[in-house]
């Protein structure tokens, strides 16, 4: 029997801009959250997977909104995976407020890797795995493979202490902060995002400077995030409405 | 009857830095966290406040840390009031560790100031607040007015986005976030936080360039966090061990 696993929240002061309405981050925080708590009830968490010398990696994401929710709002994130090849995997995310309407949809696409030689391995290995797939309509278009963007404008980052996980990279979150960081607060007041894709291609370090190159328009941005060797360590596409 | 009441968290993926422990900003996010449910449960929180156009201000906070709990690590922050004067109340903390033992200890300053004027409110309009104080040892040495620095070194932080809470100012622990981005990664691999005082002094907003003017010794430093007018906006120091 198919079903989508649940996982409740609250949108805590924190995690509210000066809108008091969530921020972006918070909410792919809570996808991000919602993914490892799934992953470690169902076997497959990143603890299962250190046991193996492995871990996760995520490597797109696309989340749609509705609208932002407000602080202290209850919020329900329900997850299942959709989809299992030997190099990638496909978890889906709907964040529902209290009466089951949705707020926003997501995908991601995660591989498993070694963590020694940083290669992918086979999802395939993970037997049981296989299992988990369920059939539910995408909550959200596909993550795309986004384009060299035409940049107007350059920005840059150095990442800090404050960037990092536990795996000593900068936290998949702090891409799409540092990108949202660069833009006009007068659009991050009067609009909204309506879609944002990220690819990670690159992971970063501490100390590592990066040039954030963008290209801008009324509407959409798309932005590449670049390491010291000039190759392109993360690209995230915005369309605000 | 005297009771500390009691907030349970879990120390999650996000809440750690790269060696799989707590940061000290989670650390000050869980309590101010625990000092805003705690206020709200007791009819004195920022949301009561608000009704009458007044809120709280933070203006100093002084943490004794014994260590850095881990990664999923269950943690008990219990909290209560010790003293309230005209300008001013104080707001205790322990964290506890699963067993009882104490992880950290806090004491916070807290002032009312009217929303409109930014003046302070006398605490005693609060009535029934002063029945909130309670007796027991403070569980950390007050927080004392730090003095300017003979600095040595000097960085620069935009105020970005990311660091705005709800009232449109930097929040509370991005002051500190931004200090201890500053530290060599090698002090915080090698030795932990012992102590760490904060005196907020004045609010900054989005795009206010501040400069951190650092006085830094083997063990010990002290920031000064100024403004564009040249202003004191706030002062950590810190003791490592």
Redesign the interface.
């Known amino acids: 029997m198919d079903t989508k696993r649940t996982y409740n929240y609250r949108i ?3 995690d ?3 809108m ?1 309405r969530a ?1 972006l ?1 918070a909410l792919v ?1 809570y996808l ?2 919602t993914a ?1 708590e799934d992953a470690d009830r169902n076997g497959f968490g ?1 603890r299962d997977l250190n046991l193996n010398n492995a871990s996760w990696v995520l490597t797109r994401l696309a989340v749609e909104i509705d609208r932002m929710p407000d ?1 202290y709002e209850p919020v329900r994130v329900t997850t299942w995976v959709s989809n299992i090849t030997r190099a990638m995997t496909t978890r889906n995310f709907d964040i529902l407020d209290e009466r089951g309407e949705r707020i926003a949809g997501a995908v991601s696409n995660w591989a498993m890797i070694d963590l020694s030689t940083r290669r992918l391995l086979d999802l395939h290995q993970l037997a049981a795995y296989d299992t988990m797939t369920q059939d539910f309509p995408l909550p959200a278009a596909l993550p795309r493979r986004l384009a060299t963007p035409h940049p107007t404008e350059q920005f840059t980052h150095t990442v ?3 960037d ?5 990279h900068a ?1 998949s ?1 702090k891409y799409l ?1 540092w990108v ?2 660069t ?1 006009p ?1 007068e659009w ?1 007041r009067s609009r909204r995002f309506a879609r944002v894709e990220i690819n990670y291609l690159q992971e970063t370090r ?2 590592d400077v990066l040039a954030l190159l963008a290209e801008r328009s009324a509407d959409d941005c798309l932005y590449e995030i670049r390491n010291a060797r000039d190759e392109a360590a993360c690209r995230i596409a915005c369309h605000m409405v």
Do not use: C, K, W
């Open positions: 805590e002061p924190r509210v801009d000066f008091r921020t981050m925080d991000l959250h490892g990143v602080e800090a202490y404050s990092l996980d536990f795996n000593g936290n979150v902060q949202i960081d833009l607060l991050l501490h100390g």
